[in-house]
Every structure is written in C-alpha cells, then in structure tokens.
C-alpha cells in the first residue's frame, strides 16, 4: 500500500472556478503535511504546508483531518496560471532528514 | 540566487556505463537527497545525508551510490547504468529534517536515458 494516494485527475476547469484535491496518507504517525506544486518538466516547489487547524493563503486553502488520515487542498478564482500538478506529502513522525514521502500527484488544468 | 544546482539537465548513456550526477546547494542546508521521478510513481528518495560524512539508504537505493564530503555537494553515482534507471532526477536541500516542517528545495532536475 503506497503511503499516500491522491485523486489522479487529471482536473479541467474553467477560469474562476473552485476545485479541490483530496489526499490519504496511510501512516498515522506520519508528522509533517505539505502541498508542492510542480509544473509541466519542473521541479517541485513548495505550495504551502498543512497545519492542524487549517491554513489559508489567498485563494489557497489546506486542512488537514489526522482522525481521517486525510488532507485536502481547495483553490478558489482558479487562475490559468494555477495549471500545474499538486502533489500531496507527509514525512514519519521522529523524521529528522529530508524523507518525504510524496503522492503520485493530481494534474490540474485551468482553460480560459 | 543560485539554491540548488544540478548538472547536467539531460544524458543519454548506454547500459553498463557509470555517470556522476552533480548536486550543489549554497545555502548551507544540512540535509540533502536524491529522488527519482517516474510517470505514475511519484517522488521516490534513493539516497539522502544529515549533514557532511553521513548519508544513508532510502527506498530505492540499488544501483547508487553517493558521498558527502563537504556540506555543499552531494553527488549521486550510477555504477552500472540499466534501462531501468532511466528517469527524472531531482536533488533537493532542506535546512532542517521535514518533521520539523521546514521548506524542501529542489533542483531543476536530471532527464536521464539508458539505452
């Protein structure tokens, strides 16, 4: 079992729309949440990270359940520029090097 | 600004050939590590380093071996090249271990082929 899995998408959607990916990790120990961003033939970069209570940054919004075991990620006023794929991660509790474990990614395009 | 420097961006090398794959970061990040990227498989660590002198095994380290001598490389060595490693290489730094949620940053990435 992959330790974390995500919608597969690929997600198309008109500018302006809201869209949101779901992601389950299977580890429940797992410590640390984040949502990178990686574009078409790119490295990832850091979208936000997840917190407990929930997090927002502008038209980005991150919540984390750990009694599900579930993260989700919800873009409002999609840009065209939002068209890139999201990658769910998570690290191990007691992890104190870069072992991130990453889904497989959701593909999101954005059409005008 | 450089970050993370990975070199070269492509190679094509034939079965049985060895290769170094260059990483270098200037932002004094302790941590370090090498993933391969495959269509349908995600991100994938093979190696990674706490700090210079220290590296060990990560999820699919056959085939590869790295070093850190100094803080700022980390290295990554095809022994023996197969098809199967052909792939997208990434080399990412982190000031801190991921539990403590600190920023990885990536490479540009390595666009390997063995033929």
């Known amino acids: 079992r992959k330790e974390v899995e995500q919608d597969p998408g690929p997600f198309n959607v008109p500018e302006g729309a809201t869209v949101a990916f779901n992601c389950t990790y299977s580890?429940?120990?797992?410590?640390?949440f984040f949502w990178y961003r990686q574009d078409c033939r790119k490295e990832p970069k850091l979208l936000m990270s997840?917190?407990?209570s929930g997090n927002e940054d502008g038209r980005f919004t991150a919540q984390l359940n750990r009694a599900s075991q579930y993260i989700s990620l919800l873009i409002r006023d999609s840009k065209l520029s939002d068209s890139a794929t999201y990658l769910c991660v998570v690290t191990d509790r007691g992890s104190t090097l870069g072992r991130l474990y990453f889904g497989r990614g959701t593909q999101l395009t954005v059409w005008p | 600004n450089a970050g993370v420097t990975q070199t070269p961006k492509f190679q094509v090398l034939k079965t049985g050939q060895s290769m170094t794959l260059q990483c270098a970061q200037d932002m004094n990040h302790e941590y370090m590590s090498w993933y391969r990227q495959d269509p349908g498989m995600g991100l994938r660590l093979i190696h990674y380093?706490?700090?210079?002198?220290?590296?060990d095994q990560g999820e699919v380290p056959n085939g590869y071996n790295v070093s850190r001598s100094t803080t700022e490389d980390f290295p990554l060595r095809l022994l023996s090249a197969a098809p199967s490693q052909t792939s997208v290489y990434f080399c990412?730094?982190?000031?801190?271990?991921?539990?403590?949620?600190?920023?990885?940053?990536f490479g540009q990435g390595t666009r390997l082929t063995v033929v």
């Open positions: 997840v917190y407990s």
């Open positions: 580890n429940s120990a797992s410590q640390s």
């Open positions: 380093s706490v700090g210079a002198g220290i590296t």
């Open positions: 990412a730094s982190s000031y801190g271990g991921s539990a403590s949620g600190t920023e990885a940053f």
